[in-house]
């Protein structure tokens, strides 16, 4: 089993940025597809970005393409979530994943363990 744990969370002017990280403990975090996922208030979760186990591939939602950066270093077992040019719709509470599948996937129902959020938080 793996566990996870966010950081990097915070309030942030639009336009600005943050950088999320994600550190694994109990398994070598290179076994596991990663994604993170973010959950906006009465809204369902939703998919944002996922990365192969060796770094490439990588997948974004169309919301957040050229502004996120997904990444890995499997030296370090953190993924990591660079967020630029924020805007207020970016608002959420923002989950990492680790999946056992053998290619990516943006469905959370595929992804077998899960960190317990970082809120991130946008004002306009």
């Known amino acids: 089993q793996v566990q996870l744990v966010e950081s990097g969370g915070g309030l942030v002017q639009a336009g600005g940025s943050l950088r999320l990280s994600c550190v694994a403990s109990?398994?070598?975090?290179?076994?596991?597809?990663m994604g993170w996922f973010r959950q906006a208030p009465g809204k369902e979760r939703e998919f944002v970005a996922t990365?192969?186990?060796?770094?490439?591939?990588?997948y974004y939602a169309d919301s957040v393409k050229g502004r996120f950066t997904i990444s890995r270093d499997n030296a370090k077992n953190t993924v990591y979530l660079q967020m630029n040019s924020l805007k207020s719709e970016d608002t959420g509470v923002y989950y990492c994943?680790?999946?056992?599948?053998?290619?990516?996937?943006?469905?959370?129902?595929?992804?077998?363990?899960w960190g317990q959020g970082t809120q991130v938080t946008v004002s306009s």
């Open positions: 109990g398994r070598t975090l290179s076994n596991y597809i």
């Open positions: 990365i192969n186990r060796g770094g490439a591939p990588t």
């Open positions: 994943a680790a999946s056992f599948r053998g290619s990516e996937s943006l469905l959370p129902h595929e992804y077998a363990y």
